[in-house]
């Protein structure tokens, strides 16, 4: 998955001594990590700061992404010739469901037509975060951003979301101009070489209060029944006080 590592392990046991050792990516056989004497990594941008290679020969990537999904393949010399060993590595994207266990849950209520903003309550990101933001029980992929690629976010654009996502410098989604169908759980990852976050939100749009012109007429109204009733009670109390001074 996405943010997840893995290890490739050549299993050199039968080997009792190896020259070298050479790591290729893809269809083109590019080098991207080898041991010769001392371990060294090509410069391929897509696997910055990502390999570590030891003297084993296993080659371990970390915080994986779709763009890592490949072939892979080690070439081993040694003493009585080369042997390659082939891994076939496949990247999905972060997982729809986040296990219960795992990610800190928030309760967020708004009234509907309000923005509503879920922290994640990260300071500050180190610049190869992956954040992925999921709605429902379903998991629909709502807004990512690969923030080490320098992409701009992606934000759902079916019609219940449209132009009204938006994603901060710390990967806090916003939701502007709520619905009530906007009720419901939502849940990020983010991930890194150094970490991976998970935290969950169920958030509660209540109705909407009158609106400003319909709620003006109803005070309005009660305000002159207020008056109409005081003028009652003055004009009852006037004759009542004429009928008393006539007797």
């Given at each position: 998955?996405e943010?997840?590592?893995v290890?490739l392990n050549p299993?050199l046991?039968?080997?009792?001594e190896?020259i070298?050792?050479?790591?290729?990516?893809g269809s083109q056989?590019?080098t991207?990590?080898?041991i010769?004497?001392?371990i060294s990594?090509?410069?391929?941008?897509i696997?910055?700061?990502r390999?570590?290679l030891d003297h084993?020969g296993?080659l371990t990537?970390?915080?994986?992404?779709t763009?890592?999904?490949?072939?892979?393949?080690?070439e081993?010399?040694?003493?009585?010739g080369?042997?390659?060993t082939?891994?076939i590595v496949?990247v999905y994207?972060?997982?729809?469901?986040?296990?219960a266990?795992?990610?800190?849950m928030?309760?967020?209520s708004?009234?509907?037509?309000?923005?509503?903003?879920?922290?994640?309550d990260v300071?500050?990101?180190t610049g190869d975060?992956l954040i992925?933001?999921?709605?429902g029980?379903?998991g629909?992929?709502?807004?990512?951003?690969?923030?080490?690629a320098?992409?701009?976010?992606?934000?759902d654009?079916e019609?219940?979301?449209?132009?009204r996502?938006?994603l901060d410098?710390?990967?806090?989604?916003?939701?502007t101009?709520?619905?009530?169908t906007?009720?419901?759980?939502?849940?990020?990852k983010?991930s890194?070489?150094?970490?991976?976050l998970y935290k969950?939100?169920?958030v509660t749009?209540?109705?909407?209060r009158c609106?400003g012109?319909t709620?003006?007429v109803?005070?309005?109204v009660?305000?002159?029944?207020?008056?109409?009733?005081g003028?009652v009670i003055l004009?009852?109390?006037?004759?009542?006080?004429?009928r008393?001074?006539?007797?």
């Amino acid at each position: 998955m996405e943010g997840d590592s893995v290890t490739l392990n050549p299993d050199l046991t039968h080997i009792q001594e190896f020259i070298l050792i050479v790591w290729r990516f893809g269809s083109q056989g590019s080098t991207i990590a080898k041991i010769v004497d001392e371990i060294s990594y090509e410069a391929e941008e897509i696997f910055k700061d990502r390999l570590q290679l030891d003297h084993t020969g296993s080659l371990t990537i970390k915080n994986m992404k779709t763009e890592h999904s490949g072939l892979y393949k080690a070439e081993i010399g040694h003493s009585t010739g080369t042997l390659s060993t082939i891994f076939i590595v496949t990247v999905y994207e972060s997982p729809a469901v986040i296990d219960a266990a795992e990610g800190e849950m928030k309760l967020m209520s708004v009234k509907e037509g309000d923005p509503v903003i879920l922290q994640t309550d990260v300071p500050q990101l180190t610049g190869d975060e992956l954040i992925v933001w999921r709605f429902g029980d379903e998991g629909k992929l709502i807004a990512k951003h690969d923030i080490e690629a320098k992409s701009s976010p992606l934000y759902d654009e079916e019609e219940r979301f449209r132009d009204r996502l938006k994603l901060d410098q710390t990967g806090s989604l916003t939701i502007t101009n709520t619905r009530t169908t906007d009720s419901g759980l939502y849940k990020v990852k983010i991930s890194s070489k150094k970490r991976t976050l998970y935290k969950r939100f169920t958030v509660t749009v209540g109705g909407s209060r009158c609106c400003g012109f319909t709620e003006a007429v109803i005070q309005l109204v009660l305000s002159a029944l207020v008056g109409v009733a005081g003028v009652v009670i003055l004009i009852y109390e006037f004759r009542t006080s004429r009928r008393t001074c006539g007797q």
